[in-house]
């Protein structure tokens, strides 16, 4: 799976975008972006992924630059809830394996 | 759906003695996956089990083991506790056919080793 770079720590205001980037220069061409994030004292919670195609749920929208080195989580419109620490893995769509490899992740932090 | 859920929630144990920690996927997944969480190396993956067999494997050693069960709940064992064995270990589980990236966890089990 490919090596992925996250800034440690983040700051957003509530209400406002938190843009969170991810840098993945070695990614290759069948594997994914996905992104997690994990509130204090709770499991990791999957948020989205995306191949090239830049993709929105009812959590948030990833943007996948043309060559695919880097990404960005977008969190339109930031909660205090949203404090947690956003995870950056990229990896193949093998079925059958599991194996998710966390980096230390963005700690963001939702300030009122 | 009740989500995964892990017992106990919090553990504490002595060094050299051996743990056995439970996790019960959503109703429907056969895929249940271990990880370890620990301050200083992260989020680190364990093992994987699919209908009672492990199918993949992280680099941990021997002390560390699983099954899973034919209604698809897992435990894991460890033997002869070390103090860095204290850790937050993570379930998860997933569909069949769900996303190959996406995992459910649940609230993980606290282990505290004195």
């Known amino acids: 799976d490919a090596k992925t770079t996250q800034p440690p720590s983040m700051d957003c205001a509530e209400g406002r975008a938190a843009n969170l980037p991810c840098n993945h220069s070695?990614?290759?061409?069948?594997?994914?972006v996905y992104w997690y994030r994990q509130i204090h004292s709770q499991g990791p919670q999957y948020i989205i992924h995306?191949?090239?195609n830049n993709e929105t749920n009812e959590m948030a929208s990833l943007i996948i630059t043309e060559d695919r080195k880097s990404s960005t989580l977008i969190l339109p419109h930031a909660t205090l809830r949203d404090t947690a620490v956003y995870y950056c893995?990229?990896?193949?769509?093998?079925?059958?394996?599991?194996?998710?490899?966390f980096g230390q992740g963005t700690r963001l932090t939702i300030n009122p | 759906k009740a989500g995964v859920t892990q017992t106990p929630r919090y553990l504490i144990k002595t060094r050299g003695q051996q743990v056995t920690l439970s996790c019960s996927p959503i109703?429907?997944?056969?895929?249940v996956s271990w990880y370890q969480q620990t301050p200083g190396q992260g989020l680190q993956f364990l093992f994987e089990?699919?209908?009672?067999?492990?199918?993949n494997k992280g680099n941990f050693p021997g002390r560390f083991s699983g099954r899973q069960f034919s209604n698809s709940r897992s435990e894991m064992n460890v033997s002869t506790l070390e103090l860095g064995d204290s850790a937050l270990y993570l379930c998860?589980?997933?569909?069949?056919?769900?996303?190959?990236?996406?995992?459910?966890f649940g609230p993980g089990t606290r282990l505290t080793v004195l």
């Open positions: 070695t990614i290759s061409g069948n594997e994914y």
């Open positions: 109703s429907g997944h056969r895929s």
């Open positions: 998860a589980s997933r569909p069949t056919s769900g996303r190959a990236g996406e995992q459910f």
């Open positions: 995306g191949l090239k």
């Open positions: 089990y699919f209908s009672e067999t492990q199918r």
């Open positions: 893995i990229v990896r193949a769509l093998i079925q059958g394996a599991q194996k998710l490899v």
